[in-house]
């Protein structure tokens, strides 16, 4: 059963980078959009962008410029970068397996999550 | 961008009532909508996709309806466990996007 689990910095300053990291276990990277999702506190979830595991990537373009995701094949895992951070990045953050079935796609697993604050 | 608008965004019900929950689109979607519950401080949790398909283990209480711009979330016995925020979300575009949620509050 495949597993997701994110990790990385709770406290992030502002102006610095947010780094994270999905382990996936039970599974493999192969086949599978990969994504970031976000969550302020008290708000809906905000989707930030997904890679394939050709390593083809689709970010919101409200974060494009600030977004990088990539994969660690060797680790199976998938990565989050998000730069010039300010107080609005704080949120908590998932990763989450897109499923396709045929036309349709879907999350279908999700990490627990992690909080992030952004804070000097 | 396609926006996606939940009405309402809460509502109080009591164990055993019929619950209807209202997802818009900005634009027509087809049947790419996605149905999320989620409980304090847990993930969503998807109950439904393409519209009207109940995912695996998903309790038969629960059932998704509509096409284009409207489509609704039905809980036809609430049950305590169902006490929670529902989400949707489209996957008809690349940029995916989310609606605001609707909290089902105890009565």
């Known amino acids: 059963q495949v597993q997701l689990q994110e990790s990385g910095p709770g406290l992030v300053k502002p102006s610095e980078t947010l780094s994270l990291i999905c382990s996936i276990s039970?599974?493999?990277?192969?086949?599978?959009?990969w994504s970031w999702i976000r969550q302020p506190p008290g708000k809906g979830p905000e989707w930030i962008g997904y890679i394939y595991d050709s390593g083809n990537t689709n970010y919101n373009p409200s974060l494009k410029s600030r977004v990088t995701i990539s994969l660690v094949r060797s680790k199976n895992q998938v990565s989050l970068k998000l730069s010039s951070t300010t107080a609005a990045d704080t949120a908590v953050y998932y990763c989450?397996?897109?499923?396709?079935?045929?036309?349709?796609?879907?999350?279908?697993?999700w990490g627990q999550g992690t909080l992030v604050t952004v804070s000097s | 961008d396609i926006q996606m608008t939940q009405s309402p965004s809460s509502l109080s019900a009591s164990v055993g009532d019929r619950v209807s929950i209202i997802c818009r689109a900005s634009?027509?979607?087809?049947?790419?909508l996605n149905w999320y519950q989620q409980r304090p401080g847990k993930a969503p949790n998807l109950l439904i996709y393409?519209?009207?398909t109940l995912q695996d283990g998903v309790p038969s209480r629960f059932s998704g309806s509509g096409s284009g711009t409207d489509f609704t979330l039905t809980i036809s016995t609430l049950q305590p466990e169902d006490f929670a925020t529902y989400y949707c979300?489209?996957?008809?575009?690349?940029?995916?996007?989310f609606g605001g949620g609707t909290k089902v509050e105890i009565k």
């Open positions: 393409a519209a009207s």
């Open positions: 979300q489209q996957s008809y575009s690349t940029q995916l996007s």
């Open positions: 634009q027509s979607i087809s049947s790419h």
């Open positions: 039970g599974g493999s990277i192969s086949g599978y959009f």
């Open positions: 989450a397996r897109e499923r396709q079935l045929g036309d349709f796609d879907f999350f279908d697993i």
